[in-house]
């Protein structure tokens, strides 16, 4: 059997996150979803975005890497600004897949950005 192989990334709030001002908060989810459209641009994230209705509220966002190693993987992951800020903490391993699966559409949902 061939299977695909993915760096996947679990990116939690950590439970001593610090706080910050409204102002800053904004500032770093920018920059963090800015860092992201880079990493999908260059090709070393297949798809990544955060969850909701999870059992854990500390589980934010998943991203698939394409790295093809758990240490890139991690270093491009703590280069995160919402990392670096400590936001952010992440979980990283493999994750595989059937070749092909991440080709299929999901479904069109539409979410509040309040």
Same mark, same amino acid.
């Given at each position: !059997?061939? +299977?695909?192989?993915?760096?996947?990334?679990?990116?939690?709030? =950590?439970?001593?996150?610090? /706080? *910050?001002?409204?102002?800053?908060?904004?500032?770093?989810?920018?920059?963090?979803?800015?860092?992201?459209?880079?990493?999908?641009?260059?090709?070393?994230?297949?798809?990544?975005? =955060?969850?909701? &209705?999870? =059992?854990? &509220?500390?589980?934010?966002? +998943?991203?698939? *890497?394409?790295?093809?190693?758990?240490?890139?993987?991690?270093?491009?992951?703590?280069?995160? %600004?919402?990392?670096?800020?400590?936001? +952010? /903490?992440?979980?990283? !391993?493999?994750?595989?897949? %059937?070749?092909?699966? +991440?080709?299929? =559409?999901?479904?069109?949902?539409?979410?509040?950005?309040?």
């Amino acid at each position: !059997m061939e +299977l695909e192989s993915f760096e996947l990334v679990l990116l939690r709030r =950590p439970a001593n996150a610090p /706080a *910050y001002d409204d102002q800053t908060l904004e500032r770093i989810q920018q920059d963090h979803l800015a860092y992201h459209a880079t990493l999908r641009a260059s090709g070393d994230v297949a798809t990544n975005g =955060p969850v909701t &209705d999870q =059992p854990d &509220d500390s589980l934010r966002g +998943l991203t698939f *890497y394409r790295t093809g190693s758990l240490a890139r993987a991690r270093e491009l992951a703590e280069a995160d %600004p919402a990392v670096r800020a400590g936001r +952010l /903490a992440v979980d990283v !391993m493999t994750w595989l897949c %059937p070749p092909g699966l +991440l080709r299929q =559409p999901g479904h069109l949902v539409k979410i509040s950005e309040d």
